[in-house]
């Protein structure tokens, strides 16, 4: 165990303290089936007045559903529709904001972001830059947000990400793909209503699910692994163990992933994700993957960093009768295939907690570009 290594999201000048992370947890969260009912009450006290409204950022996927309807709008509250078709940008972040001071003369009382991953990011980004100036690409990277965010509230319709519980937005931008990491970030209030999870088609389900599996196998076999990290991670890992290989009831199988995915991302809060990540980063920046996918499709490969969890992958895929798509990368072109390397070895804290302080030894362009050409 290795505790002074869990300070790889702070600058290089910081490393050989030992300075551990003091980071922000959700700080109220609602559980149980039906609960999305309970929002009106919970956004009520905070309204600041009938000129300030929520923004209720919302997976166009719901858009004419049962839930929109449920939406709990008031006033000059503004619902707005959002793709989660591609992964969010910051010029996308940045033009929802200009749109929300334009439309109002004064700053909402707060956003609530309805969706995966996809649209989780985007609430918590919108929220940090309705309390910042500039764009948004420009607080991609470590605790670069310096003034409050507005009030935001996630509601996840998919599991996995753990984007309701981190303190990331993760954006692509011009340069990089790369989140917005602040004690800002962080949502302050989360509801967690499995019944919103009915609809996810099955095959989002596994891959997003996935995400959440990757997540516990690389924290737990992580050189940056400590006790925090452990505790969360190993349930999520059983609780993933029991959603995709038992025959569970599938509301209970609903509830399993929904507190599975709130733990991954509990337990990379403390430690960090690996050599999937990375790769998939790559995968994601150069053509677009999106981040479930990305990860299921590098990790399928990964039997000699992870023997026991890709085994367990392919068990999961069997049983689920998933079928990956293939040569995504076969007449991909050195250029972008060397692009797609660089990002992948940018991760360096990935690669130190997967691999040791001596990972760029262990680890080449080569072996990179084999693993690529098998996807
Ligand atoms: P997503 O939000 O991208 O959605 C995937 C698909 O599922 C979309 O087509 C969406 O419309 C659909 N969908 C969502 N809920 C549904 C429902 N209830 N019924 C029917 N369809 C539904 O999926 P995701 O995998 O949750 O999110 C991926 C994103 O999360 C990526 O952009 C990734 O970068 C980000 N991410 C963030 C963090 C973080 O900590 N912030 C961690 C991991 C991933
Ligand atoms: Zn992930």
């Not at 965010?149 to 981190?166: F, R």
């Not at 895929?317 to 295939?337: A, F, V």
Request: proline share 4%.
């Amino acid at each position: 165990m290795k505790i002074e290594n869990n300070i790889n999201t702070k600058p290089d000048v910081l490393k050989n303290k030992t300075e551990y992370r003091n980071f922000p947890m959700v700080p109220r969260v609602v559980f149980g089936r039906g609960s999305f009912g309970q929002l009106a009450d919970i956004l009520l006290p905070k309204r600041k007045n009938s000129d300030a409204p929520f923004i209720f950022l919302v997976d166009d996927f719901f858009e004419g559903s049962v839930l929109q309807e449920r939406i709990p709008w008031l006033f000059n509250d503004q619902i707005i529709f959002i793709s989660a078709d591609e992964e969010p940008k910051t010029n996308q972040v940045d033009a929802l904001v200009h749109k929300i001071k334009s439309d109002f003369d004064e700053l909402p009382s707060g956003i609530v972001g309805i969706g995966g991953g996809t649209l989780l990011d985007i609430s918590k980004a919108v929220a940090v830059m309705l309390g910042n100036k500039g764009n948004s690409e420009k607080y991609q990277g470590w605790d670069l947000v310096n003034s409050p965010s507005l009030y935001h509230v996630g509601v996840p319709t998919i599991s996995g990400t753990g984007a309701e519980v981190s303190r990331t937005a993760v954006l692509l931008g011009p340069e990089k793909k790369l989140g917005i990491n602040s004690d800002h970030t962080t949502f302050d209030q989360v509801i967690l209503d499995p019944d919103l999870l009915a609809t996810v088609p099955k095959d989002q389900w596994f891959y997003t699910g996935m995400d959440c599996f990757i997540h516990c196998v690389e924290s737990l076999k992580g050189t940056y692994l400590n006790a925090f990290s452990e505790s969360y991670g190993e349930k999520a890992y059983e609780l993933c163990k029991q959603v995709f290989l038992e025959d569970l009831d599938s509301k209970i199988a609903e509830e399993k992933l929904m507190m599975a995915s709130w733990h991954g991302g509990m337990s990379i809060a403390y430690s960090q994700v690996g050599v999937a990540h990375a790769m998939s980063y790559g995968l994601s920046y150069v053509l677009g993957t999106k981040h479930g996918l990305g990860n299921c499709l590098v990790f399928q490969h990964l039997q000699e960093f992870y023997p026991q969890g890709v085994a367990l992958f392919h068990r999961m895929m069997d049983k689920h009768d998933i079928e990956l798509p293939t040569h995504i990368c076969t007449n991909l072109g050195q250029d972008k295939m060397d692009t797609m390397i660089t990002v992948a070895l940018s991760m360096e804290p990935l690669w130190e907690n997967a691999l040791g302080k001596d990972w760029k030894n262990n680890i080449s362009r080569e072996k990179l570009q084999s693993i690529y050409l098998k996807i």
